[in-house]
């Protein structure tokens, strides 16, 4: 008669008895909405290291890693606090727009770091 009441139980996921598990789709779905991707342009305009970018004659223009176009006199440049990268505005702000990270060296970048100087901007080209 044993045997009887054993086969009476519900089987359910390899356990006697056991509820049915929980689906998860709704928790990853909730995580993915919460996930911050870039920086919001209030960031952008917290990171400073904006600057106009002179070079002396007969110096090699530095190159934007992003677009991979000069960085000529006059032109606005972002220096990446944490990495001091140097990249056109236009193409580091549309990056950071989607991802938080330097396109290089894949830093982690805060609009919390003390801004950079102008004079950085140019210390970060002639390296």
């Given at each position: 008669?044993?045997?009887?009441?054993?086969?009476?139980?519900?089987w359910r996921g390899g356990?006697?008895?056991?509820?049915?598990?929980?689906r998860r789709r709704s928790?990853?779905?909730?995580?993915?909405?919460?996930?911050?991707?870039?920086?919001?342009?209030?960031?952008?305009?917290?990171?400073?290291?904006?600057?106009?970018?002179?070079?002396?004659?007969?110096?090699?223009?530095?190159?934007?890693?992003?677009?991979?176009?000069?960085?000529?006199?006059?032109?606005?440049?972002?220096v990446l606090p944490g990495?001091?990268?140097?990249?056109?505005?236009?193409?580091?702000?549309?990056?950071?727009?989607?991802?938080?990270?330097?396109?290089?060296?894949?830093?982690?970048?805060?609009?919390?770091?003390?801004?950079?100087?102008?004079?950085?901007?140019?210390?970060?080209?002639?390296?």
């Amino acid at each position: 008669m044993e045997e009887q009441k054993l086969w009476a139980l519900p089987w359910r996921g390899g356990r006697l008895g056991s509820r049915r598990p929980r689906r998860r789709r709704s928790v990853r779905r909730r995580r993915r909405k919460t996930i911050k991707t870039g920086l919001s342009e209030e960031e952008l305009r917290m990171l400073g290291g904006v600057a106009a970018v002179d070079t002396a004659d007969g110096e090699d223009e530095p190159l934007c890693p992003i677009c991979l176009d000069d960085i000529v006199p006059g032109r606005a440049v972002r220096v990446l606090p944490g990495c001091n990268r140097a990249f056109h505005q236009d193409c580091v702000d549309r990056w950071l727009a989607i991802s938080p990270r330097c396109p290089v060296c894949n830093v982690w970048i805060t609009p919390q770091t003390p801004r950079t100087s102008p004079t950085a901007a140019k210390t970060a080209l002639d390296s």
